[in-house]
T-cell receptor
Framework: GAVVSQHPSRVICKSGTSVKIECRSL??????MFWYRQFPKQSLMLMATSNEGSKATYEQGVEKDKFLINHASLTLSTLTVTSAHPEDSSFYIC?????????FGPGTRLTVT | KQEVTQIPAALSVPEGENLVLNCSFT??????LQWFRQDPGKGLTSLLL?????REQTSGRLNASLDKSSGRSTLYIAASQPGDSATYLCAVSNAGGTSYGKLTFGQGTILTVHP
């Protein structure tokens, strides 16, 4: 139980375009989901907390207008990277909170050319 | 602000050896502590979760301890195998308020077990 999926697993896009990443809790409902990014050989950095039915809470230094988060249902949160640039290339991982424990998705590798 | 440090950054051992990975955190007001495994290019696999009221947790060849007052945790791996090679991440969840549920990660320990 407590499985989280992400889609797509890998995406390549051109600079200036927008990319949407989905995070789904498959067998439980999650009012809270988290989005992280991970640069090569570095640890996970929390970007934002996504709450169902309300605005996301962003960590300091994360541009909310660039990284749009929508948590429209209890099983789906989306992260849209708007006007992507090469420096946005990274590994994006989501997690969903269930019974006080976070369950992680498999990650999405974003490459901006 | 919570900070999590893991030592060593990298570790290479021969197969069969017992080993210890260390994790320290600056704010002892934690809700729980988790150890994760991450294979290259993959997501996270949860290994062990220790609640703040607990001292240790065991799963198979893995044993994690927690000393909340001193801000330390260790992950002990017995009889290491090449399949244990991965990055091991320690993360703490702070208690209450707006920090509820948030995890702060350490930088990880890259473990290589050679045959």
């Amino acid at each position: 139980g407590a499985v989280v999926s992400q889609h797509p697993s890998r995406v390549i896009c051109k600079s200036g375009t927008s990319v949407k990443i989905e995070c789904r809790s498959l067998d439980f409902q999650a009012t809270t989901m988290f989005w992280y990014r991970q640069f090569p050989k570095q640890s996970l950095m929390l970007m934002a907390t996504s709450n169902e039915g309300s605005k996301a809470t962003y960590e300091q230094g994360v541009e909310k207008d660039k990284f749009l988060i929508n948590h429209a249902s209890l099983t789906l949160s989306t992260l849209t990277v708007t006007s992507a640039h090469p420096e946005d290339s990274s590994f994006y991982i989501c997690s969903a909170l269930y019974l006080a424990e976070q369950y992680f998705g498999p990650g999405t590798r974003l490459t901006v050319t | 602000k919570q900070e999590v440090t893991q030592i060593p950054a990298a570790l290479s051992v021969p197969e069969g050896e017992n080993l210890v990975l260390n994790c320290s955190f600056t704010d002892s007001a934690i809700y729980n502590l988790q150890w994760f495994r991450q294979d290259p290019g993959k997501g996270l696999t949860s290994l062990l979760l220790i609640q703040s009221s607990q001292r240790e947790q065991t799963s198979g060849r893995l044993n994690a301890s927690l000393d909340k007052s001193s801000g330390r945790s260790t992950l002990y791996i017995a009889a290491s195998q090449p399949g244990d090679s991965a990055t091991y991440l320690c993360a703490v969840s702070n208690a209450g308020g707006t920090s509820y549920g948030k995890l702060t990660f350490g930088q990880g320990t890259i473990l290589t077990v050679h045959p």
